[in-house]
Structure formats: structure tokens, C-alpha cells
């Protein structure tokens, strides 16, 4: 946390991986990972085991998703550069609604 606050910078957390022919990326924001997110029977954990790996900047996740085969992202930041970036189209967003969290956007692609 200390890291965010002196480079005034989001960070996110990135884990990829190649298996087989397929190159898994996924990525949090930061403050998501280890978080439950709830709303009416929809419950998400940000599992630290799958998101865990490099703490990075936007950058480094652009690289990384322009290289991906299959992407998970989960948080308002790194999808909204996503969509920003025209990587995942806006309308393929699961937003979901957390007391704790506020409202956190969620995105998978397969290519």
C-alpha cells in the first residue's frame, strides 16, 4: 500500500501463465485482491492464488492482454483501460454492485 501511495500510481496485481497453446492473463486492482464481492446471490472472490504475481502498472497489463489467449480482469480500473484500449467492448462488463467495494466491473475474453 505504501508503494501506491508514494507513486501516486494504480497498480494492479498480474499473474500470466502458458499452458499449452494458451497464455492466461489475469489481473486485479490492487485493493481487490483477497476481497469477497457480493451482491444478491452473485459472490465473487478475488482468489489470491489465481490474480497473485507481479504488482504492475497499467503499462505492463497492456502488454500482457494484447498477448493473452484467455483474460480475466477484475476491478473499475483495469477494465475501464481495457475498454479504453478497445481490448473488451463496454457492453461484455459484469458490473457488480459491493457494500464494501462499491461497484466493480468484471471481464473475461476468449480468443
Known amino acids: 500500500m505504501v508503494v501506491i501511495l508514494l507513486k501516486k500510481k494504480q497498480l494492479f496485481y498480474l499473474r500470466s501463465r502458458q499452458i ?3 497464455y ?3 489481473i ?3 485493493h481487490l485482491l483477497g476481497e469477497t464481492l457480493c451482491e444478491g446471490d452473485v459472490e465473487l472472490y478475488v482468489n489470491e492464488r489465481f490474480f497473485s504475481g507481479e504488482l504492475v502498472t ?3 497489463c497492456l502488454v500482457e492482454m494484447a498477448k493473452a489467449t484467455n ?3 477484475i476491478g473499475k480500473a483495469i477494465v475501464e483501460a481495457a475498454i479504453k484500449e478497445r481490448m473488451i467492448n463496454e457492453h ?3 458490473w457488480i ?3 464494501k467495494n462499491g461497484r466493480v466491473a468484471h471481464a473475461m475474453l476468449i480468443r
Open 20 to 22: 499449452e497453446n494458451e
Open 24 to 26: 492466461l492473463v489475469s
Open 28 to 30: 486485479c486492482d490492487s
Open 58 to 60: 497499467v503499462e505492463k
Open 71 to 73: 483474460l480475466n480482469i
Open 92 to 94: 461484455s462488463v459484469m
Open 97 to 99: 454492485d459491493c457494500q
